[in-house]
């Protein structure tokens, strides 16, 4: 079964086509990162307008690179939220009018469950991704959201904890722009981050005790706070080119401050996940979101886990960020047990993966993970 999947939520317009929600046979990515970084993040009209002008030369790449046909495409599947709702309808509007020209069955996929299924992508043949196991527990940070996940089966979702301010992507954003990288952060940290002392400054890690909530406000302010002593009263950062270091922030310890920031967002997400991953004994922990692409996360997840004898599952690198591949993927499963969406289906911009339950959910065991 091959599904063509079309990505629009934010500021990347994608569209792809995965063989039996495993073998990406194309995945071409337009990213607006560059029409935004004036900006310092997404500006959601100049997004939509933006994906307008894409979205077809996009697609006929991605059927000219996948050399299939359209009589071998079984289905068309799209993100409906959550997102941006400008960039959502233009996929949406896209996908439905390819489903109703050509009488294919077309489904609605949420961008979160997108993520997830990147993990279970294969990028050539020669990659061999084992088969999805359940319970899993997947974390999931991007740029909207950190999420820990309990999958107990496809489409099972429990949401253990999220994010009570910012998002880990987020965090990343505004850190970034704070030391004048330029956006989106979270690539420049890492690399500012790799000449860098990670123990330079204490930066605080909100533990919130009890939950497998995170909260990164806190730490954001604290890195703001140690800017502003480098820089003299009321001056601003300026934004230097990618790669370069404006003569007026020389005195500005770039490197350590996010080297500093970055470890301790990592020692927050490894922990809390390695927690839920023993106190609900699961088979695998997946990792995805484009914050998911972030080295030194990767690393200290996997030797973390590896003491628990839990294989962590990360998303491939390029499929970390947001993709029309992973819409696809997790398309399948659901057209798979006969699901469809109408062709009425609408953009639903702030829909959740799994419901957000009355009380948090409190932490199973009692012994603190390691970091805690
Ligand atoms: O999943 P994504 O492409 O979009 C959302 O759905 O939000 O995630 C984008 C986020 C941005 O905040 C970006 O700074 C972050 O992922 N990101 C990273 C890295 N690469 C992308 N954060 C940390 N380290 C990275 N290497
Ligand atoms: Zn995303």
């Known amino acids: ?34 029409l935004h970084r004036r900006y310092g993040g997404v500006f959601p009209e100049v997004a939509s307008r933006q994906h307008v002008l894409s979205i077809v030369p996009v697609f006929k790449d991605a059927i000219s690179r996948a050399q299939v046909g359209w009589e071998d495409v ?58 999805p196991r359940f319970p899993a527990l997947v974390l999931i940070v991007s740029g909207g959201h950190t999420e820990l996940v309990l999958m107990r089966d496809h489409s099972q979702y429990t949401l253990l904890g999220h994010t009570l301010d910012d998002a880990a992507g987020e965090a990343f954003d505004k850190v970034a722009r704070m030391l004048g990288l330029p956006y989106p952060g979270g690539p420049h940290i890492q690399r500012a981050a790799e000449q860098g002392n990670p123990e330079a400054f204490r930066f605080p890690r909100a533990w919130l005790p009890e939950t497998y909530h995170f909260s990164f406000s806190g730490l954001k302010t604290a890195v703001w706070r140690e800017v502003r002593r480098y820089l003299p009263d009321g001056e601003e950062v300026s934004r230097p080119r990618p ?15 996010a080297a500093s920031f970055q470890q301790a967002v990592v020692d927050v997400l490894v922990a809390k996940t390695v927690r839920a991953a023993r106190d609900f004994s699961v088979q695998e922990v997946i990792l995805a979101g484009g914050v998911a692409a972030n080295r030194p996360l990767r690393q200290q ?26 819409i696809a993927g997790a398309a399948y499963w659901r057209l798979q047990r006969g699901e469809r969406s109408s062709l009425d289906l609408d953009a639903e911009p702030n829909v959740a993966l799994a419901d957000r339950p009355e009380r948090a959910v409190t932490l199973r065991s009692r012994t603190p993970a390691r970091g805690q």
């Open 1 to 34: 079964m091959i599904v063509l999947g079309v990505e629009t939520s934010c500021d990347e317009t994608s569209v792809a086509l995965v063989r039996d929600g495993r073998d990406v046979l194309a995945n071409v990515v337009a990213s607006q990162a560059e």
């Open 243 to 257: 790669g370069q270091m404006p003569e007026e922030q020389a005195a500005l310890p770039v490197h350590d401050l």
């Open 301 to 326: 997840l996997a030797t973390a886990l590896r003491e628990l004898s839990v294989p962590l599952r990360p998303a491939p690198l390029s499929l970390c960020t947001d993709n029309a591949a992973m």
């Open 74 to 131: 079984s289905a068309v599947a799209v993100t409906y939220g959550p997102g941006l709702v400008g960039s959502l309808v233009v996929g949406l509007n896209f996908a439905k009018a390819l489903a109703l020209a050509r009488g294919l069955p077309f489904i609605g996929i949420n961008h979160l469950e997108g993520h997830i299924y990147s993990a279970w992508l294969r990028l050539s043949p020669d990659d061999s991704p084992p088969e």
